[in-house]
């Protein structure tokens, strides 16, 4: 599960990358970043139009709030602590925003992106 989270965790950052440093256009790049990751977890879960607004929300928070953390971080421990708690309430906001059966389909593309990264 840690590897999941940091696996999440670097993405994340890794999209947001010089964001931190952007100045006014945080916003609009977050915006990006969030709409992309909405549209790839469409594509997979079948979202409904409500879902994917929804979860469109819940991404641009997520990175929003990723993008906090590492600015107010330099502890690697107290990073990591950080990123697990924003990835867990993001599960448990995903969770009740997705169906069932589509939280299995977020399930199994987690694990196979996990599976592939740590070959």
Same mark, same amino acid.
Request: charged share 25%; aromatic share 4%; with cysteine.
């Given at each position: ?5 940091? =696996?999440l965790?670097l ?7 010089? %964001?931190?440093? *952007?100045?006014?256009?945080?916003? +609009? ?14 594509a997979k879960?079948?979202?409904?139009e409500?879902?994917?607004?929804k979860?469109?929300q819940?991404?641009?928070?997520? =990175?929003?709030?990723m993008?906090e ?5 330099? %502890?690697?421990? *107290?990073?990591?602590?950080?990123? +697990?708690?924003?990835q867990?309430r ?7 925003i ?18 592939l990264s740590?070959?």
């Amino acid at each position: 599960m840690k590897k999941v989270l940091t =696996l999440l965790a670097l993405a994340c950052m890794c999209a947001a990358g010089h %964001d931190s440093q *952007a100045g006014p256009g945080d916003g +609009a790049r977050l915006r990006e970043r969030a709409t992309e990751l909405t549209r790839n977890l469409a594509a997979k879960t079948a979202l409904n139009e409500g879902q994917y607004v929804k979860v469109r929300q819940l991404n641009l928070r997520l =990175l929003t709030e990723m993008n906090e953390a590492r600015k107010i971080t330099n %502890d690697a421990a *107290a990073m990591d602590a950080a990123v +697990a708690d924003i990835q867990l309430r993001y599960e448990w906001d995903l969770a009740t925003i997705l169906r069932p059966r589509q939280m299995a389909v977020y399930d199994q593309t987690k694990q196979n992106m996990t599976a592939l990264s740590t070959r």
